[in-house]
């Protein structure tokens, strides 16, 4: 069974930075594109940002371009997400996912393994 597992949320000052950390429990996806997503309370889950399995692609959300950078190490089996000058609207639950395909991909089908989530709380 393979397990994703994020860490990395809690609360954070508008403004400020958080780094989220995505592990899987094995070796295996060296070949996958990875992604992140999210979803706030009542909302559905969106997009956020994904990059392919050797990293030379990646695609963000438009609302968050220019402030988070999405980054593997596929030595590590790790997944990571730098979020800087966050906002309100950035509050939601983060979900590391890994899709069935190499290359970087925003559709959430192609996506087979889900984390459980870490929440992000920004406060104004």
């Known amino acids: 069974q393979v397990q994703l597992v994020e860490s990395g949320g809690g609360l954070v000052q508008a403004g400020g930075s958080l780094r989220l950390s995505c592990v899987a429990s094995?070796?295996?996806?060296?070949?996958?594109?990875l992604g992140w997503f999210r979803q706030a309370p009542g909302k559905e889950r969106e997009f956020v940002a994904t990059?392919?399995?050797?990293?030379?692609?990646?695609y963000y959300a438009d609302s968050v371009k220019g402030r988070f950078t999405i980054s593997r190490d596929n030595t590590k089996n790790s997944l990571y997400l730098q979020m800087d000058n966050v906002k309100p609207e950035d509050t939601a639950v983060y979900y590391c996912?890994?899709?069935?395909?190499?290359?970087?991909?925003?559709?959430?089908?192609?996506?087979?393994?889900w984390g459980q989530g870490t929440q992000v709380t920004v406060s104004s």
């Open positions: 996912a890994a899709a069935r395909v190499s290359g970087a991909t925003q559709n959430p089908s192609y996506y087979n393994y």
């Open positions: 990059i392919s399995y050797r990293s030379d692609n990646t």
């Open positions: 094995r070796r295996m996806f060296w070949n996958n594109a």
